[in-house]
């Protein structure tokens, strides 16, 4: 099992700055994927960005490229997702999450964080 558990949410205006941040824990052996998601009010949750735990390849879905970058430290066991040139459409609450996948955009997520807010004011 896989715990995760994230840090980082918050309220910030519109063009500001977040950075989230997901502690790893438990039996890793096996996954491959660190994600974040996110999910807004009436909307499904969905990718935001994915990197490879050993390799560090990245992926990020099209509305938030230039403005967001997926990182992470495998000796702290621990990966983030710095939020740039923040807008209201950012706001949702974000999770981290695991996957046992090979493929960095797959959606297919096995373990999941508790999630945290981001608020983005215009």
């Known amino acids: 099992q896989v715990q995760l558990v994230e840090s980082g949410g918050g309220l910030v205006q519109a063009a500001g700055s977040l950075s989230l941040s997901c502690a790893v824990s438990?039996?890793?052996?096996?996954?491959?994927?660190m994600g974040w998601f996110r999910q807004a009010p009436g909307k499904e949750r969905d990718l935001v960005a994915s990197?490879?735990?050993?390799?560090?390849?990245?992926y990020l879905v099209d509305s938030v490229k230039g403005r967001f970058t997926i990182s992470r430290d495998t000796a702290k066991r621990l990966f983030y997702l710095q939020m740039n040139s923040l807008k209201p459409e950012d706001t949702a609450v974000y999770y981290c999450?695991?996957?046992?996948?090979?493929?960095?955009?797959?959606?297919?997520?096995?373990?999941w964080g508790q999630g945290t807010q981001v608020t983005v004011s215009s």
């Open positions: 990197i490879s735990w050993i390799g560090g390849n990245t």
């Open positions: 438990g039996r890793t052996v096996g996954t491959n994927i």
């Open positions: 999450a695991a996957s046992t996948g090979v493929v960095l955009s797959t959606r297919a997520y096995d373990y």
